[in-house]
C-alpha cells in the first residue's frame, strides 16, 4: 500500500536511480557527527566542506527551493532531524558509512587495468578541477576527500554524477560539473569510478 515504515523514518532509499542517504542522527550511519553549521551549509548551499555537495534529485531540491528559505527555517529543520531517533542501519540499500574523518588521498600509483584506465579518465576529465589530492581547484564545491559520495564502495551516485553532471547556484554565480555520460564509455565510467572511491574514499568499488 505504499505506507512509509516509521521505524525506518530518514534512514535512506534509493530514488531514481540516486542514493538518498540516512539523514538521522546516528554518528555512523547518518549525519550525527554534522555539525550544526554543515548542515546548515549544506541545506543553504548544497555543500558541506568535508561532508558532502548535493546532486541528483537533492541538488534539485537545494537550487529550487532550500536556498531561499531565511537562516531561521534551516536552523528549524536541523533542530526537527537532529530531534528524530538515530537509525543505524547497515542492511538499508542506500546505506553508506559517514567518515567520522576525512580521509587522506591514497598513494598516486599507476597499475595494469582498470585502475590505470581510471587514471587515464580522471586525469583528461578531472583532475584540473577537483585537483589529484581532491581538495578542489577551481572552487570548495569540488573537493572529495571526506565526501560521502566517495565513501560509497558501489559508488552509486559518483557514477550517476559523472553520467548526468551536476549544477547548484551560489551567491557567487552558477558552479557546475559537466555530464560525461556522453564522453566516455560505461568501462571508462567504471573505472573512473573505482579510481576516485579508491584514491579518495575508503576503497575500490565492485562494479567491474
Known amino acids: ?47 558541506a566542506p568535508g561532508r558532502s555537495s548535493a546532486a541528483g534529485g537533492m541538488g534539485e531540491a537545494v537550487d529550487n527551493s532550500l536556498r531561499f528559505l531565511t537562516s531561521g527555517d534551516i536552523h528549524a529543520m536541523i533542530a526537527y532531524v537532529k530531534s528524530v531517533p538515530p537509525v543505524a542501519d547497515a542492511s538499508n540499500p542506500a546505506a553508506v558509512r559517514t567518515p567520522l574523518e576525512p580521509s587522506h588521498p591514497a598513494p598516486l600509483t599507476v597499475s595494469a587495468g582498470s585502475s590505470s584506465l581510471g587514471l587515464q579518465v580522471f586525469e583528461g576529465a578531472s583532475a584540473s578541477c577537483h585537483g589529484f589530492d581532491g581538495s578542489g581547484t577551481v572552487w570548495p564545491r569540488a573537493d572529495l576527500v571526506g ?23 551560489t551567491p557567487n554565480g552558477q558552479v557546475f560539473m559537466p555530464a560525461f555520460g556522453s564522453d566516455y564509455s560505461d568501462a571508462e ?15 575500490a568499488c565492485q562494479r567491474l
Open 1 to 47: 500500500m505504499f505506507g512509509l515504515s516509521e521505524s525506518q523514518k530518514f534512514a535512506g532509499a534509493l530514488t531514481a536511480g540516486w542514493k538518498a542517504y540516512n539523514i538521522t542522527p546516528d554518528r555512523e550511519w547518518g549525519t550525527g557527527a554534522w555539525s550544526d553549521g554543515q548542515l546548515a551549509d549544506y541545506l543553504a548551499d548544497g555543500h
Open 147 to 169: 565526501d560521502r559520495t566517495v565513501n560509497d564502495p558501489a559508488a552509486v551516485n559518483l557514477t550517476q554524477v559523472v553520467i548526468e553532471g551536476a549544477r547548484l547556484h
Open 189 to 203: 565510467i567504471a573505472a573512473v569510478a573505482n579510481y576516485v572511491t579508491a584514491r579518495f574514499g575508503t576503497g
